[in-house]
């Protein structure tokens, strides 16, 4: 079985749009996390920090990311958050997932992150510092996180189509592998 192909990286990074149109250049199914969770929950994620806190979130997060780690094949766009667990991390690796990190810098995040209204994370006065001091935190586990690193500053279409094309070489180079061992 193909592992899937999981994006990470910071809020506002492109996730979920670079993620959705990767899966349709590669007619694969297409899984966003946070929704994931807001379905299974039924309720959304700033409701879910509302009532239950951070800490909640993250166990509810770490449940999907095995549920969702047990099938593979598919595109699937994390939460900002969701690598910084080394669990969650391990759960996709272990189902033969490559992980990539879209990278984006910190200046274009906080462009693209100064009107947001729906990240609980971000709902807080001083948002320029609230992002980078976050972002000074994860960047170092993203990178550890992720088997390879997109540098996604043009459009999410040419983002896509360069992470199609690693899936493809990446994904056939282990079906080789794999082929050469039995
Ligand atoms: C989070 C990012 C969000 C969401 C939650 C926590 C984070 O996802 O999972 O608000 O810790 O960075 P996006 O990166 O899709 O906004």
Redesign the pocket.
């Known amino acids: 079985m193909k592992g899937n192909l999981v994006l990470c990286?910071?809020?506002?990074?492109g996730?979920?749009t670079v993620g959705k149109r990767t899966a349709k250049l590669l007619g694969l199914p297409f899984v966003?996390?946070?929704e994931y969770?807001e379905k299974k929950a039924g309720m959304k994620?700033?409701e879910i920090?509302e009532q239950f806190g951070?800490e909640e979130?993250r166990k509810m997060?770490t449940q999907a990311v095995r549920e969702i780690a047990k099938t593979g094949g598919m595109v699937v766009?994390?939460?900002?958050?969701?690598v910084?667990y080394p669990q969650n991390v391990k759960a996709f690796h272990e189902n033969g997932s490559v992980i990539v990190l879209l990278y984006v810098p910190l200046v274009l995040l906080q462009e693209r992150l100064k009107n947001?209204t729906?990240?609980?994370?971000?709902q807080k006065p001083n948002r320029q510092q609230v992002i980078a001091n976050?972002y000074k935190k994860?960047i170092s586990h993203y990178r550890k996180a992720a088997d390879i690193t997109l540098r996604s500053t043009s459009t999410a279409a040419s983002a896509a189509r360069r992470l199609a094309e690693l899936y493809q070489k990446m994904f056939d180079k282990k079906e080789e592998n794999q082929a050469e061992k039995t």
């Open positions: 990286g910071f809020m506002g990074c996730k979920t966003d996390l946070d969770i994620i700033t920090f951070e979130f997060e766009a994390c939460g900002g958050g969701t910084l947001d729906h990240r609980p994370l971000l976050l994860r």
